[in-house]
C-alpha cells in the first residue's frame, strides 16, 4: 500500500508533528511511504524517506526539495513539461493541532477527491474545540468532566473551589496549560492561555483520578486497541509529551477488571460512531467512584497511538480499505434546460 504522510502545518504543535511524522517511518516498515511536510507558510514539500530527521526540518534543508501542488485526484510536481502525479493510494494525516485536526486538510482531501484517514469536516471542527467536544459528548449520553467557559473579555471569576485546571480551548499538547492551586495564581495562568486561544475551559483538577486512554477505528468492523492507563505526573507539560509522541513500542494493557473496560469501550464507539468514520482516534477517559467520563477527544494522537495496537500497520490497511465516500451528485441542468425550453430558448 502506498501511504502519503502529511504533517507539519501553521500550528503551535508543528514540531511534535513532526516527532510523530519520523516515527510512522519506523512503525508502517510493509507500506510503501512518501512523506508530504507543511511548512510554516503552508507550501507543501515532498521529502524524501531518508531525510526524514528533525534536523532536516529545523534547518530550512526542506525548501531544497521538491513543492507539490494539488490537483483534483492527488499531490503533483511541477516541472518544465507539465506537472507529475505523486503516486498514493491514501493520505495519512498527522498534522496536529491547526491544519490538521481544524477541518482545513479535510477540507482540501474532499475538494480534491483524495482518499484520506483523519477525521471528517464535522468530526474536526467538533474535537478540535473542547468546548464543542463538551457538548457533543453530553448530547449523545457520555459524560463529562465539570467545566466553565471563560472567553477573553469575560470577568476572571470561576465557580469551583481549588485547585482548578485552565486549558485553551483550541490546543493540544498541553500548550498553554497550567494547574492552578489558589486564587493568587489564577490571573498568571489565565494570562498564559489567552496568549494561545481568546477562550478557556476552567475544569476542577481532581485528585486521585484515574486516568485511561483508549483508541481505535472502525472498518469493517470495530478496530479497537488495548486500554491503557498512563502513569505521569500531575499532568505531562508540553516536553514530557513531545517525547511521549515519539513511542513506537506497545505498551501494556491496564489492570482493570471486565466491566470498567466495557464501558470505556461502551463510551469510546458512542463517540467514534459514526462521527468519526475514517479515522484513528484516541479518546481520554478519567473514572470516578466507578464513573466513566471524557476527559478529551485526540482526533489525531501522537503517533497516532500506534503503541495501543497490536498490529498497526495491518489495521491502517483496513481502515484505508473501508473510507466513508463523499456522495456523488449529479448535475444535469435540468432546472436550467426547463426554464429555457419554457421560455421558447434553446
Not at 75 to 95: M, Q, T
Request: charged share 30%; hydrophobic share 40%.
Amino acid at each position: 500500500m502506498k501511504i502519503a504522510i502529511i504533517f507539519g502545518g501553521s500550528s503551535y504543535e508543528h514540531e511534535i508533528s513532526i516527532v510523530s511524522a519520523i516515527t510512522m517511518k519506523k512503525v508502517l516498515k510493509k507500506s510503501e511511504l512518501s512523506f508530504i511536510f507543511v511548512d510554516k507558510d503552508r507550501d507543501l514539500y515532498l521529502i524524501d524517506k531518508e531525510a526524514m530527521k528533525s534536523k532536516h526540518f529545523s534547518s530550512g534543508e526542506y525548501k531544497k526539495g521538491k513543492k507539490l501542488t494539488l490537483q483534483q485526484g492527488g499531490f503533483a510536481i511541477g516541472g518544465l513539461f507539465g506537472s507529475k502525479e505523486v503516486s498514493v493510494d491514501v493520505v495519512l494525516n498527522l498534522i496536529h493541532g491547526r491544519d490538521g485536526e481544524d477541518g482545513k486538510i479535510a477540507s482540501l482531501m474532499e475538494f480534491f477527491g483524495i482518499d484520506y484517514i483523519s477525521p471528517r469536516i464535522e468530526a474536526s471542527v467538533i474535537s478540535y474545540n473542547k468546548l464543542y467536544t463538551k457538548l457533543f459528548a453530553q448530547s449523545i449520553g457520555v459524560k463529562t468532566v465539570p467545566y466553565q467557559h471563560l472567553s477573553k473579555s469575560d470577568e476572571r471569576k470561576i465557580d469551583f473551589d481549588y485547585p482548578v485546571i485552565v486549558k485553551p480551548v483550541r490546543l493540544g499538547s498541553s500548550i498553554g496549560v497550567s494547574i492552578v492551586k489558589e486564587p493568587t495564581g489564577l490571573d498568571y495562568a489565565l494570562d498564559v492561555a489567552f496568549e494561545f486561544d481568546t477562550d478557556v475551559l476552567i475544569e476542577p483538577f481532581i485528585e486521585g483520578v484515574r486516568e485511561y486512554n483508549q483508541a481505535g477505528s472502525k472498518s469493517s468492523d470495530w478496530e479497537l486497541s488495548i486500554v491503557e492507563e498512563p502513569h505521569k505526573e500531575e499532568f505531562l507539560d508540553f516536553e514530557k509529551k513531545y517525547m511521549d509522541f515519539s513511542r513506537d513500542s506497545q505498551v501494556l494493557k491496564a489492570d482493570i477488571d471486565a466491566i470498567l473496560e466495557k464501558k470505556i469501550q461502551e463510551s469510546f464507539k458512542k463517540i467514534y460512531e459514526p462521527l468519526f468514520e475514517g479515522s484513528i482516534i484516541r479518546c481520554d477517559f478519567f473514572v470516578v467512584d466507578g464513573e466513566v467520563m471524557l476527559n478529551e477527544i485526540n482526533p489525531i494522537p501522537g503517533s497516532m497511538a500506534n503503541y495501543l495496537f497490536d498490529d498497526f500497520e495491518a489495521m491502517v490497511g483496513r481502515v484505508a480499505a473501508n473510507l466513508p465516500k463523499e456522495r456523488k451528485i449529479v448535475i444535469d441542468y435540468q432546472y436550467i434546460h426547463s426554464i429555457q425550453s419554457a421560455k421558447g430558448k434553446a
